[in-house]
């Protein structure tokens, strides 16, 4: 038995075991570091897709729910105020939607899925308020051609009932129509498309 030492294969020994504490020690730092970096759980879900039951959304009633920290309007509007939008084109910015402020399956005169059942981001395209739903027809402040639809009271910008920008308005744009496709009769999912992607 020989009683020499092999510093060779000590000086192996000791750096292998230096290289595997220090990386787990780096491990150990930056593991809570790039977790913070990551979004909250709040955070994800305030992007993440909501569903809304619309069972009782009466005829010509609003309702609001919250998407991505905006106000999103589900509108059951009637059949006779649809039946005024083809009569409000000529006095509309894009009454065709072609800029693009909805998804490619909303692009109609009703710019929705369901003829009667609109959703809007409830966001003026000017400056970012929300404008008030005015569905009465005709009230003495928006004047006698009024037919229903959407007043900013910031700078006066008016939409008729699909989200659509009259002309000579302080907003460039129509209402935005989020993705969205509906379950079943009564239950509305914002935030995905039809096939159900976000």
Known sequence: MS????NSKRRFLTT???VVVGGAGAAAIAVPFVTSMLPSAKARAAGAPVEV???KLEVGQMITVEWRGKP???????????DTLPE??????????DMAQQPGYCKNENRSIRDNVVVLVGICTH???SPSYRPELAPVDLGPEWKGG?????????????????KKMPAPKNLVVPPYHFLGDFRVVIGEDPQGAA
């Not at 009683?3 to 092999?6: M, P």
């Not at 910031?154 to 939409?159: D, L, P, Q």
């Open 16 to 18: 292998a075991a230096s």
């Open 53 to 55: 039951d619309i069972s």
């Open 150 to 166: 959407f007043f900013c009271p910031c700078h006066g910008s008016r939409y008729d009932l699909s989200g659509r920008v009259f």
């Open 127 to 129: 400056l970012g308020c």
């Open 3 to 6: 009683n020499t030492v092999d």
């Open 72 to 82: 999103v309007w589900l509108i059951n509007r009637s059949s006779e105020s649809l």
């Open 88 to 97: 409000l084109n000529e006095q509309l910015a894009d009454p065709a939607s």
